[in-house]
Structure formats: C-alpha cells, structure tokens
C-alpha cells in the first residue's frame, strides 16, 4: 500500500517537534567533554600532558573504571575502600599548579585537581601514633610519606591533569602530588595506602638508594 503524501508530511512534523523538545531539554550550555588541556592557568604558562617521560617500573598500566577500588588498611580504625566514583562525589575537589621534577633532570608544571589525602585518610580513622603513610600502586611500586607532611602541605591526590582526566599512561585513576618531593614520591595508579609507624619504610626506589625524605632541596642519592 502506498502511504498518502499529507501523512509523511504529518510524520515528519511529528519528528521534528520531537527533535525540538529533546534539543530544548539538553539546553544551551555546552556539554562538557572531558578533552581539552589547558596550556595555561591564572597567566601562568603550564606543561603539556604529554610533555612527561613514561619510564615506569613496568611500563603504562591500564586501570579499569569500574572494577577499580582503593583500600585504607594498616593503624586504623575503618578500613576502608572507596570505589573510583565514590572517591570522585565524596571528597571536595581542590586544584593547584605544581612541578614534578624527576631525578633524571626533567620537569612539568601542571594544574592538577584531586583530592586531599587527609581528607581520604581521615575517613578511616587513623590510630594516634600513625606517623607514616605507605602507597601501593597497581604495578607493584610503593613509596612512602610522612602523614604530618602529607596533611601540612594538603597533599592532593589527583584524578585530573591541566583540567583533562588523568590518561593511563599518567596515572589514571589517581597520582599522588608529592609537592616538593622528587618524581618517584609522587606514585601512580595507586590502589593502597596503608597506615603506618614504620617510618623508615623503604620503597621501590629508596630500596635501591633513593632518599627516603626525598626532598628537593636535596640530592636524591642517599638517605
Ligand atoms: N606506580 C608507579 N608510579 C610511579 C613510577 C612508577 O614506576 N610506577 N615512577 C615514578 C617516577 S620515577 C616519576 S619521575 C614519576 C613520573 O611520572 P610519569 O611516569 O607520568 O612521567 O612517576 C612516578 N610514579
Ligand atoms: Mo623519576
């Protein structure tokens, strides 16, 4: 059977009044995809993601999103897990810029945005004599930090880069921002932090002559 002419004309209309209301429920503001690196913040000119070296232990390490968990364990009272969602809408988000610089002479300056690592820790209720915090990463490296430091210099854990989501090879889901720390402090792909007194814990670095404090201020080699 043949479909009358007014009645294509009809569906049509029909269509297009459909396409109206959905494109009027989705409003005016630009949806935002999560794509575009700012090269700049505040007049300050940043790095670029791409500007890092990949030389991890094991190479990039690709996370899955949903299947992902970060547990709290040691010298606490909660132990905790948070799925990457739950990190991402229960903590307040802060930003600021600041350089990594790696023990072989290269650095990058990013605005980076996360979350606090006292904010997260204090979640599951540290016992008082808690002085060390040990990081555990998802391709067997570890690193260490004092807590006191971590909470004096609102140390962020990071999910974000110059305003893009932290790509695999950078780290995704979470770095840490080990301000004024050398490079290899500042673990990726996190996945543990135990809580601890130990703190002469040595990690995968400073198990093979890496300072322990790490400071950049000082040389790398040694303590
Ligand atoms: N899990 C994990 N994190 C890591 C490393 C690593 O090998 N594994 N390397 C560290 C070192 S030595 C540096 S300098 C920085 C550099 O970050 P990039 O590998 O994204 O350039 O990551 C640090 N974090
Ligand atoms: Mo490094």
């Not at 009272?77 to 023990?103: H, R």
């Not at 067997?140 to 989501?165: E, R």
């Amino acid at each position: 059977m043949k479909t009358p002419q007014p009645l294509i004309g009809i569906l049509l209309l029909i269509l297009l009044l459909l396409l109206g209301s959905l494109s009027g429920c989705l409003g005016t503001q630009p949806l935002q995809l999560d794509g575009v690196e700012i090269r700049e913040y505040q007049g300050e000119k940043l790095s670029s993601v791409n500007d890092f070296r990949e030389n991890s232990i094991k190479g990039p390490q690709y996370v899955n999103r949903t299947m992902y968990q970060l547990t709290i364990t040691g010298l606490i009272d909660t132990p905790t897990t948070y799925t990457y969602d739950e990190i991402l809408t229960t903590f307040q988000p802060y930003q600021k810029v600041v350089t990594l610089d790696c023990v072989e002479g290269w650095s990058v300056k990013i605005l980076w945005e996360g979350i606090l690592v006292t904010d997260l820790i204090a979640t599951a209720h540290p016992d008082p004599n808690a002085t060390t915090l040990i990081f555990v990463a998802a391709d067997g490296y570890t690193t260490s930090l004092p807590l006191n430091y971590t909470t004096d210099n609102h140390i962020l854990l990071a999910y974000k880069m110059n305003n893009v989501t932290l790509p695999p090879e950078r780290g995704f889901p979470f770095q840490l921002v080990a301000e004024s720390k050398w490079g290899y402090k500042w673990i990726k792909w996190v996945t543990e932090i135990q809580v601890s007194d130990n703190e002469n814990y040595q990690g995968y670095w400073e198990s093979r002559g890496y300072s322990t404090s790490a400071d950049l201020n000082d040389s790398f080699f040694g303590d």
